[in-house]
């Protein structure tokens, strides 16, 4: 087997090829609470498409209608900067996280970390058997069994693959299309069936073969930790005051009998007596291995375990620091960003555009002008508008096109032709003018960006240029 160092991965042989890692499997309190928590997380991924709130899905991601629905909050495409403060929101969280705990996300919650450790190679093992019977099939040349055994834990993997995709599938396209779409022919709904079918055999490649590799190369998250992390950050350590020099199970030397049973559960392969390395993430495998030897030897547990630099070399671990203060305040401003910005969210969207063509007509002595006036209703349930014009508006002014009152159904939306005519001899000068239109039922009023009547002449006698705020709702 090869001993794990510092010069090279883990997970490739000398010549720079794919060595297979197989982990043993190991017990104790931080794999079972792993294991609950993982339970926990697929069974959230699995029901959020099936939980209804407001008449639709929890998470559903409607690219095709442009609406967006989280937990009973329904977003328009107009309204996904609010997504913005979500996602960086989410991701400074996981920042923040890290210059505390290290790696934890990655080991405990990470989707990939909870597809690969809790269900492919649980499947795995109940195909081909514990660690030493990995590697022992591995090595065996090929024959009837192992032919079956191959073919059996790669159509479960394939079958997995496929299920997740659907289920993936569903926060976008709805369970409900999503079943019609099933029961049809592929060519019927093709682009769907091949995003499927990419993402089947993205995620079969993924956790068939590519596995750790995957969170050591291509994960940028990875790669940040070393950055994200100090001496006071809780991350997984060997105690090398309590554990060296090394010595055998009676002896008089440190508490650490090199059993390597650290490195037979670690599911990146690494040797965490080396100290903390990109590959590591922090799943505490190590630490329940570990602390399973030392009951056993009758030691004190703890050789492995949670703890920052500071504390594995004896000093106190500093929880209010400069950078998590930093942080925490950067985080609150974080997330009053967001609360403001989700309170700014109106239920109805109008908006009002100058039609295509001229910016005026004038016909018999009468001057028009022509826009296309939007009315977006948000919420999943039907809702009553009162649209009304208003702004300076010339009493000679009328108004064609535009109903005093709109109702739209749940999600729906209307467009309105508004014509403005005007006594050609009555027009002196451009005039602003919006759209406001009123929920009658909870009072909610949304007025459009301003709107100018314009006439001949009117680049000579407007007033000076517009504020760019008059055009900002």
């Not at 890692?21 to 959020?48: C, E, N, Q």
């Not at 400074?92 to 505390?100: H, M, N, V």
């Not at 990875?222 to 010595?247: C, F, M, N």
């Not at 005519?421 to 009658?440: C, G, M, R, W």
Request: with cysteine; net charge positive.
């Amino acid at each position: 087997m090869k001993s794990p160092s510092l010069e090279s991965l883990s997970s490739i042989h000398e010549d720079g090829s794919h060595r297979t890692i197989h982990p043993a499997d190991v017990h104790g309190r931080f794999t079972a609470w792993r294991r609950w928590s993982a339970l926990l997380l697929l069974v959230i991924y699995i029901a959020l498409p099936w939980i209804p709130i407001n008449g639709y899905p929890a998470v559903f991601l409607d690219v095709q209608e442009r609406r967006f629905h989280f937990m009973g909050l329904t977003l328009a495409t107009q309204d996904l900067w609010v997504g913005f403060f979500l996602i960086t929101g989410l991701a400074f969280s996981l920042f923040y996280i890290t210059a505390l705990f290290g790696r934890i996300w990655c080991g405990w919650t990470c989707p990939y970390t909870v597809f690969l450790e809790h269900v492919y190679r649980r499947i795995e093992r109940w195909v081909d058997g514990d660690a030493t019977a990995r590697r022992r099939l591995d090595e065996a040349p090929w024959s009837a069994g192992k032919i079956t055994r191959r073919v059996v834990k790669h159509g479960i993997y394939l079958l997995i693959s496929a299920v997740i995709a659907h289920i993936f599938l569903s926060y976008f396209v709805s369970l409900k299309k999503l079943y019609q779409m099933m029961q049809g022919s592929p060519a019927q709904h093709l682009t769907v069936f091949a995003i499927m079918a990419f993402l089947t055999g993205s995620l079969y490649f993924a956790f068939s073969w590519f596995r750790e590799q995957f969170c050591v190369i291509l994960c940028p998250y990875g790669r940040l930790q070393s950055a994200l992390t100090d001496d006071h950050s809780v991350v997984i350590g060997y105690d090398k005051k309590r554990g060296e020099p090394r010595g055998k199970a009676g002896s008089t030397t440190g508490a650490c009998v090199d059993c390597r049973r650290c490195v037979q559960v670690c599911p990146t392969g690494i040797d965490i007596r080396n100290g903390l390395q990109l590959d590591c993430i922090g799943c505490a495998a190590c630490v329940d291995a570990c602390d399973d030897i030392m009951l056993k030897l009758k030691r004190p547990t703890g050789l492995v375990r949670y703890d920052s630099h500071v504390g594995l070399q004896g000093g106190q671990t500093k929880w209010l620091r400069p950078r998590i203060l930093l942080y925490t305040g950067l985080l609150f401003l974080g997330i009053g960003a967001f609360a403001v910005s989700a309170l700014q969210l109106s239920p109805v969207r109008a908006s009002a555009v100058r039609m295509v063509g001229a910016p005026f007509y004038v016909a018999d002595g009468t001057l028009r002008n022509q826009f296309l006036v939007r009315v977006i209703n948000k919420r999943n349930s039907p809702a009553s508008y009162q649209l009304k014009l208003v702004g300076s508006l010339p009493p000679q002014l009328s108004i064609t096109g535009l109903t005093e009152t709109l109702t739209l159904g749940p999600l729906g939306e209307e467009q309105k032709t508004l014509v403005l005519s005007l006594p050609e001899a009555s027009f002196t000068q451009p005039f602003k003018l919006q759209v406001q239109v009123t929920d009658t039922t909870r009072g909610d009023t949304v007025t459009t960006r301003v709107m100018e009547f314009l006439g001949p002449d009117s680049h000579l006698q407007s007033d000076a240029p517009l504020n760019p705020k008059d055009f900002i709702q």
